[in-house]
T-cell receptor, first 114, second 110 residues
Framework: NAGVMQNPRHLVRRRGQEARLRCSPM?????VYWYRQLPEEGLKFMVY????????ESGMPKERFSAEFPKEGPSILRIQQVVRGDSAAYFC????????????FGQGTRLTVV | DAKTTQPPSMDCAEGRAANLPCNHS???????VYWYRQIHSQGPQYIIH???NNETNEMASLIITEDRKSSTLILPHATLRDTAVYYC???????????FGQGTELSVKP
């Protein structure tokens, strides 16, 4: 059973470009969470999605950031018009469902904006 | 905001037990205690979780006080590879998001 897969592992974008980060949850997991970790800082919750639904986006910046988890395919975190301050590690976690189940994390995508 | 308090750092000698404390004095009856760790800049790794009873798995033991206001994660025989930041997280059991605090940076020394 493959773990949570994130790609790409490293992404370099110029200021103003778009960044698309992908997350394939573990098999059978229908809940996905995205987190951001700025250099030398802690993990910050961004968004929680179930298939085709955004459940909690309280940690998402109001502009330029969006997330989706379609019925088929991976979850996508999209950052439009990237700025240097978006440089960070972005982690995705998946969970089987509600209840006392553990969430498993991917290895992250390290975004560098130049 | 994180609902837990942990010491910022701890040292442990290799081969000895590492006991990592966590205070969660405002925990409610249907909230679980989860422990994760992050080794260097890797993705966080699940360790263990519990509600009221003590729990043990192949990685660690979790001791929760009777009033549930605090808990201790025990790594019985710490190795150098256990050096990491350890996070204690309290979440509601229905699909709750994990809110990470500052964690405890554990250094295992030879």
């Amino acid at each position: 059973n493959a773990g949570v897969m994130q790609n790409p592992r490293h992404l370099v974008r110029r200021r103003g470009q778009e960044a698309r980060l992908r997350c394939s949850p573990m098999k059978g997991h229908s809940h996905v969470y995205w987190y951001r970790q700025l250099p030398e800082e802690g993990l910050k919750f961004m968004v929680y999605l179930q298939k085709e639904n955004i459940i909690d986006e309280s940690g998402m910046p109001k502009e330029r950031f969006s997330a989706e988890f379609p019925k088929e395919g991976p979850s996508i975190l999209r950052i439009q018009q990237v700025v240097r301050g978006d440089s960070a590690a972005y982690f995705c976690a998946s969970r089987q469902g509600q209840g006392a189940t553990e969430a498993f994390f991917g290895q992250g995508t390290r975004l560098t904006v130049v | 905001d994180a609902k837990t308090t942990q010491p910022p750092s701890m040292d442990c000698a290799e081969g000895r037990a590492a006991n990592l404390p966590c205070n969660h004095s405002t925990i409610s009856g249907n909230e679980y205690v989860y422990w994760y760790r992050q080794i260097h800049s890797q993705g966080p790794q699940y360790i263990i979780h519990g509600l009221k009873n003590n729990e043990t798995n192949e990685m660690a033991s979790l001791i929760i006080t009777e009033d549930r206001k605090s808990s201790t994660l025990i790594l019985p025989h710490a190795t150098l590879r256990d050096t990491a930041v350890y996070y204690c997280i309290v979440i509601y059991n229905q699909g709750g998001k994990l809110i990470f605090g500052q964690g405890t940076e554990l250094s295992v020394k030879p």
